[in-house]
C-alpha cells in the first residue's frame, strides 16, 4: 500500500473530499465515491469501480490506494421478542456487538458499539466488568449499521451508541461515523434519530455542547444521590454530580431548553424509593427533564429489578417531578443483548445464518 493509502469507510465527507481534491476530483465527484461506498453499501472495491461521474484518473488511484475493509460477523442470535444480536470481530482485534431492535413492526433501531469492552466499569454491566481493550475506529463502528442495514427486512430508521463502550471517550471516532450515517449520500439517518449515551464522561460532554451536533445525547443517571450513584457508578468519583448536572443544565441550554433524556437504571431495594425520586426533583429543579425507567438486567444475580409493585410505587413518586415518564423495554434477555449485558456472549435464542429476513434458524 503506498503512503496515501486511505481507508474509504474511515472518513466523513469533508475528509474524504480534502484528500481527493489534489487528484482533481470535484465536489460531486466525491461525493459520487461517497455515496458508493455508504448509500449503494459497497462490498468491494469492485463495486467502488463502477461509481460514476467520477473521473477515470480519480478511480484509478482509489482502487491503487484505498481499502474498503469490513468486520467479520461470528454469529446472528435472535431471540425471542424479536431482537437480534450480532457478534463481530476485526482485523484489529477483539470481539464486539450490535442489536437490531424491532420497532411498530415497520422499521428498526441499531444498537451499536464504540469500543470494545469499557473503562468506566458501572457496577451492574456486563461490559463494565470485561475491562478496556480498545477505541473502535470510525470504519469499524460505521461497518456495525452497514451490515445490519444490509441483512434487514425493514427499514433502519435510528441508531443509538448505548452497545459497549462510552463513546464520549471515543469521541472523535464515534462522531466522524455519526456524521457518515447522518450525511445524505452516506446512511441518511436523520441526526435526530442518532442518540449518543453517556454515563457522565463530563470532558466529552463539555466537547459535545461546543460542538452542538445535529444528534440527541442522553445521560445514564441511576441516581441523583451522589453516595448511591458512586456506589454503582464509577465515574462519579472523578466528575461529581453537581459537576455533571451543571453541563446537562448548559446542553439544555444550547438547546432552546430542549428536555433532557435521563436513562434510569431500577435497582430493586436501591433507587427506587420516595428519597430518590425528591432527589431527582431538587437536583434538577429548573431543568426540562424525561426519564426512562430501565430494569436493571444482571446475569449474575447481584442486582435485581423491582417488582411490579415496587415500580408502580416509584412512578407514583416520581410525580412530584411533573416531567415525562417512560419505562424502556429493555429487550433481547435471553441471548445477552439488553441493556447492560452486553459482554461478546454465545448463548440463548435461535441462531441465525445468512443475511436477509429469511434467515435460517439452525
Sequence with gaps: ?????????????????????PLGASRTAALKLFASVFAHRARSMADVRTARQVPAGVRDWVQANATLPSLDIVERRRADDGFVKYLFTSPLGGRFEAVRIPLFDTHYVVCISSQVGCALACDFCM???????RNLE???????????????????????????????????????????????????????SITFSTAGWVPGIK??????????????????????????LPVEHTHPLPTLVEQIRRYS??????????????????????EDALALKHTFEGIPIKVDLIDVTDPTGRYLPPSPEELKRFRDHLQVLQSPIARRYSGGKD???ACGTLEASQRGGVLLHGPGPLAQAR
Design 253 to 274: 441550554q444550547a438547546r432552546n431548553d430542549e428536555r433532557v433524556m435521563l436513562a434510569y437504571v431500577c435497582i430493586a431495594g436501591f433507587n427506587t424509593g420516595l
Design 207 to 232: 466537547k459535545y455542547i461546543a460542538d452542538d451536533p445535529p444528534w440527541r445525547l442522553a445521560f445514564s443517571l441511576t441516581s441523583a444521590i451522589a453516595e448511591k450513584r458512586a456506589t454503582v
Design 1 to 21: 500500500m503506498s503512503s496515501g493509502a486511505i481507508n474509504l469507510k474511515n472518513h466523513d465527507f469533508d475528509e474524504l473530499f480534502a484528500k481527493l481534491a
Design 138 to 192: 470510525t470504519w469499524e463502528i460505521v461497518d456495525q449499521v452497514l451490515q445490519l442495514v444490509r441483512e434487514a427486512d425493514r427499514p433502519v430508521r435510528g441508531v443509538v451508541f448505548m452497545g459497549m463502550g462510552e463513546p464520549l471517550l471515543n469521541y472523535a471516532n464515534a462522531s466522524r461515523a455519526a456524521r457518515v450515517m447522518c450525511h445524505p449520500a452516506g446512511l441518511a439517518i436523520s441526526g435526530r
Design 335 to 337: 441471548i445477552g443483548a
Design 127 to 133: 461490559t463494565g466488568k470485561m475491562g478496556f481493550s
